[in-house]
């Protein structure tokens, strides 16, 4: 219960209170009914009286409580919280007749008590939820209605505002300030923060993304911020939000006064991500989940609907989390299997694993694995995929045949190509056992696409005749996959009539095909480039076929009948802008592309470029080589030319010589291959073997992380499904796939001029760098901090090969684990030799080594008193005396604190 100054006295506004866009409309409404409305925290009553404070004229302050929800009680206290603001608190309002009997004579006399003493107040009614009487709400009207000119009306709400308010609202009389306006924005917050430089906008972010901008828990962060002031801001703030605990507010505020009911519910759904009415109904055991989600929405208190008449609930982050800590963790799972089991006969599969996963259930997660497997490796979920699976494998799970095929497949995608064929095979083997014939054809489907897209198209036959195997009678969706696969074989082999053949005899036993499909689709192209001498207008009215998935065989196909077309007439440039088509169209490697490689390699060769035509004529012949194709249909002068570049495949030892001897350059000697010099400590710089050291211009940004992420392997190999996962996660599969080859052909060609031509090798479909052709600050510093011995003997090596953090500011989020992990043995080497000199009274020497450790933890205490120490018995008292009113005004500044210690206590013992 609030004392009775406490009631009528406006609030003092705490130190440090920073404005928002509530402040900013409270300085402008026009209004003169203002509505705060919002839960418990959001600072309505702060931002009231720091409006109030600077208003120039009187306010009066009525902060109720649960015992003024009486009408004489209200009415005297109202009259003294508006004689206290007159300057006039003795004065009292006197009844001059019963109020019970004659409740519209006593408002009447209060009106015009009220009239005779104000020009115009401020009136704030504060806690307004208390009050429930409608014999207040009526008094409330009649102010409003008869003192309209004289008085500005301020009620705060933590709950639902009283109905007769809608009037006012609706007429634009009054106006609301809800949670939106009261919450921080995360400019506002940045704005906290202060001077913290570059990473002022993350950790905004951070701070919003935890509090939703909600006040209170803001000021509980900014607070445990300020007394937490050593190291990097951005990982105490993330170690902060983490952490954040405002359970005592949460308790005696809001959950503590709520009915034992709504505690019940609120704790029950706190495990839920989002809420529905029917998926509360199940988690709680109740039917009347829906009114109750209404209830706690208009009643503010921390439960949000997704979207405007939407039937989906969640709650406040914080608030959710405090509500996880009123449940065990078994009420917790058994909540979280509930709502698993619930969403498990929905579409909403995905969520229910999820809550699974949470619940310990590994029998929903595996059933959704079976469901939903596919779809989800459609869409690249790979992290949630790896999560359910880690579940598995930790609750020892045997998986089951359809479980370990989608395992298999998502392996496949992340480039663990021995561990996925395992899996697959053993799949399709208790398929077969279990005589699931259906699903055992799946499978071996599954192991053609994948070695077609391989470009091991043998393989892929092989495999593909297994499938046919037993072959269906009906046509039907298994039947249609082998028809498929065996189409889309047939075209990357470019035998196009043996493609269309298998097609035809569907058609005449009466299957008609779906439209936008690639049967349907292939049908219409291949009978066009089956004619004798398909026309160009022809071609050129084949349907569209860029959406259409494997799209791009078909679409190869046709250009590869306009490039064959134009190489036998001679039309050379035709051919090569048919092939670069056929190779940028491509999203793997097919017989097209081989031999785009092979005519783009022949004419390079013609045009005298030999080292090119190497290069380009690589790629396809491996294709040739793999699927066992001999020599092209080229004419006899280019087949010989292949011939020779083929020879020089053979001998890629001695390439480059072979090449300088066709080159025929005697003015231009051939320059040696030398090393490679990158600088990846404080940056990431790389530098050309030359004479003059000329430092690498990067096409893109893209491309030089890319580099930089293969030389952060170090000569481990990585696929090309992980570098564009990491470099170019946004987009779609086959735009990435153009990217990353785009990209990687530019840094080759960056290097070739430098010999340096097997730099980025690729083998087993990985790619590693070659790093016997790299010389680095990194295997410097490396080889130094291996060798104890030179530690131990020389440590001020440490500060020339240690030029700062591992690839400084590129912000590259996989480097800071190895940035992290090289600053700690950095310091370690600082500290031992900080500590030998000292002890070897080399104090001057002992100097460097704390001011660098200082650099690195400018607040460390202890550092700070060795390094005045050491200052002052070298001889260098002033320099000792600057270095402890440098900590101290650092202190100051950055901590309000004064350090621990005086100059003369740390050096009493000198």
């Given at each position: 219960m609030k004392n009775e100054n406490s009631k009528i006295q406006i609030p003092n506004v705490d130190k440090g209170y920073t404005e928002r866009t509530a402040?900013?409309?409270?300085?402008?409404?026009?209004?003169?009914?203002?509505?705060?409305?919002?839960?418990?925290?959001?600072?309505?009553?702060?931002?009231l009286a720091n409006y109030v404070r600077r208003f120039s004229g009187k306010s009066a302050w009525y902060n109720i409580s649960d015992t003024d929800n009486d009408l004489m009680s209200f009415i005297q206290n109202f009259t003294k919280s508006v004689q206290y603001s007159l300057g006039n608190p003795e004065e009292d309002f006197n009844f001059s007749v019963p109020l019970l009997e004659?409740?519209?004579?006593?408002?009447?006399?209060?009106?015009?008590?009220?009239?005779?003493?104000?020009?115009?107040?401020?009136?704030?009614?504060?806690?307004?939820?208390?009050?429930?009487?409608?014999?207040?709400?009526n008094l409330i009207d009649i102010l409003i209605e008869t003192m309209e000119q004289k008085i500005r009306?301020?009620?705060?709400?933590?709950?639902?505002?009283?109905?007769?308010?809608?009037?006012?609202?609706?007429?634009?009389?009054?106006?609301?300030?809800?949670?939106?306006?009261?919450?921080?924005?995360?400019?506002?917050?940045?704005?906290?923060?202060?001077?913290?430089g570059e990473d002022a906008g993350q950790c905004a972010k951070l701070i919003y993304d935890c509090t939703e901008g909600w006040p209170v828990g803001i000021a509980q962060i900014m607070l445990q911020l300020k007394q937490r002031k050593k190291g990097s801001v951005v990982e105490i703030l993330k170690e902060i939000c983490d952490k954040l605990e405002v359970s005592d507010y949460f308790m005696t505020r809001v959950y503590k006064i709520l009915p034992f009911d709504i505690q019940t519910f609120l704790k029950k759904t706190a495990v839920l991500d989002y809420m529905t009415p029917p998926i509360c109904n199940k988690v709680t055991a109740i039917y009347n989940s829906e009114s109750m989600l209404r209830y706690l929405v208009s009643e503010k208190l921390?439960?949000?609907?997704?979207?405007?008449?939407?039937?989906?609930?969640?709650?406040?982050?914080?608030?959710?989390?405090?509500?996880?800590?009123?449940?065990?963790?078994e009420e917790q799972q058994e909540a979280l299997r509930s709502a698993a089991y619930f969403l498990l006969k929905t579409n909403d599969k995905i969520q229910a694993a999820e809550y699974a996963c949470r619940g310990n259930a590994s029998d929903i997660v595996q059933a959704v694995i079976e469901v939903s497997g596919d779809s989800m490796l459609e869409e690249r979920l790979y992290g949630t995929l790896e999560r359910w699976f880690s579940l598995l494998e930790a609750n020892r799970c045997e998986l089951t045949p359809k479980a370990r095929f989608i395992y298999g497949k998502y392996l496949m995608t992340l480039g663990h190509v021995t561990e996925a064929n395992k899996q697959i095979a053993q799949a399709g083997k208790d398929f077969y056992e279990a005589n699931r014939i259906q699903d055992y054809k799946k499978v071996l489907l599954f192991a053609a696409a994948a070695k077609r897209r391989a470009g091991e198209l043998l393989q892929a036959d092989v495999y593909l005749k297994q499938a046919k195997q037993d072959g269906e009678m009906v046509w039907n969706e298994t039947l249609e996959a082998i028809l498929t696969e065996q189409v889309k074989i047939k075209c990357c082999m470019h035998q196009l009539e043996e493609a269309l053949l298998p097609i035809n005899e569907q058609i005449k036993k009466g299957v008609r095909f779906q439209e936008d499909t690639f049967l349907h689709t292939a049908w219409q192209v291949l009978i066009i480039l089956t004619q004798t001498q398909p026309s160009a207008p022809a071609l050129?009215?084949?349907?569209?076929?860029?959406?259409?998935?494997d799209g791009f065989l078909l679409r190869n196909?046709?250009?590869?009948?306009?490039?064959?077309?134009?190489?036998?007439?001679?039309?050379?440039?035709?051919?090569?802008?048919?092939?670069?088509?056929?190779?940028?169209?491509?999203?793997?490697?097919?017989?097209q592309t081989a031999v785009a490689w092979e005519m783009l390699a022949v004419l390079s060769w013609d045009e005298g470029n030999y080292r090119k035509a190497v290069e380009q004529s690589r790629t396809g012949n491996?294709?040739?080589?793999?699927?066992?194709?001999?020599?092209?249909?080229?004419?006899?002068?280019?087949?010989?030319?292949?011939?020779?570049?083929?020879?020089?495949?053979?001998?890629?030892?001695?390439?480059?010589?072979?090449?300088?001897?066709?080159?025929?350059?005697?003015?231009?000697?051939?320059?040696?291959?030398?090393?490679?010099?990158?600088?990846?400590?404080?940056?990431?710089?790389?530098?050309?073997?030359?004479?003059?050291?000329?430092?690498?211009?990067?096409?893109?940004?893209?491309?030089?992380?890319?580099?930089?992420?293969?030389?952060?392997?170090q000569g481990n190999s990585v696929s090309r499904e992980v570098l564009i996962e990491l470099l170019w996660p946004e987009s779609g599969m086959k735009s990435a796939i153009a990217l990353f080859h785009t990209t990687l052909y530019s840094i080759r060609q960056s290097f070739v001029p430098e010999g340096l031509d097997e730099l980025i090798s690729y083998e087993n479909k990985k790619y590693s760098l070659n790093m016997q052709l790299v010389a680095s600050d990194l295997a410097q510093l490396n080889a130094y901090m291996k060798d104890l011995s030179a530690c131990e003997?020389?440590?001020?090596?440490?500060?020339?090969?240690?030029?700062?953090?591992?690839?400084?500011?590129?912000?590259?989020?996989?480097?800071?684990?190895?940035?992290?992990?090289?600053?700690?043995?950095?310091?370690?080497i600082l500290r031992s030799g900080a500590a030998k000199r000292t002890a070897q009274n080399r104090h001057e020497a002992a100097v460097v080594f704390f001011q660098r450790i200082l650099e690195a933890d400018p607040y460390n205490e202890d550092i700070v008193r060795q390094l005045i120490i050491s200052l002052y018995k070298s001889g260098k008292q002033a320099e000792a005396k600057q270095q402890y009113d440098r900590i101290q005004k650092l202190y100051q500044e950055d901590l309000e604190l004064d350090f621990t210690s005086s100059f003369q206590e740390i050096v009493a013992h000198v």
């Open positions: 402040d900013a409309l409270l300085s402008s409404l026009p209004e003169n009914i203002i509505l705060l409305n919002a839960g418990a925290g959001f600072g309505k009553t702060q931002a004659n409740i519209d004579i006593v408002m009447e006399q209060l009106v015009v008590w009220l009239d005779e003493r104000i020009d115009f107040l401020n009136i704030i009614l504060d806690d307004f939820q208390e009050i429930t009487n409608p014999d207040i709400f009306l301020f009620i705060v709400e933590k709950r639902s505002l009283p109905p007769f308010f809608d009037k006012y609202t609706k007429n634009g009389r009054a106006v609301c300030i809800g949670m939106e306006e009261l919450k921080f924005k995360q400019e506002e917050i940045a704005g906290m923060l202060g001077d913290i921390f439960v949000q609907t997704l979207g405007e008449g939407s039937s989906l609930y969640r709650y406040h982050s914080i608030f959710q989390r405090f509500l996880l800590s009123q449940a065990t963790v050129e009215q084949t349907p569209k076929i860029e959406y259409i998935p196909c046709i250009l590869a009948e306009n490039m064959k077309s134009a190489y036998q007439s001679a039309d050379y440039q035709t051919a090569e802008r048919n092939a670069q088509k056929i190779i940028q169209n491509s999203d793997y490697e097919t017989l491996t294709f040739l080589q793999k699927n066992k194709i001999g020599l092209l249909d080229l004419s006899s002068k280019h087949r010989q030319i292949l011939t020779e570049i083929h020879s020089i495949h053979r001998n890629t030892v001695d390439s480059r010589h072979l090449i300088s001897l066709k080159e025929d350059r005697p003015n231009k000697s051939q320059k040696e291959t030398g090393k490679l010099r990158i600088q990846c400590l404080d940056g990431f710089c790389v530098f050309l073997p030359d004479k003059d050291g000329k430092e690498m211009k990067w096409r893109t940004k893209k491309a030089r992380e890319l580099f930089a992420y293969l030389f952060h392997l003997n020389n440590p001020e090596q440490i500060i020339k090969l240690y030029t700062g953090s591992y690839m400084g500011n590129s912000g590259y989020l996989w480097s800071y684990g190895m940035a992290k992990e090289l600053e700690n043995q950095y310091l370690t």
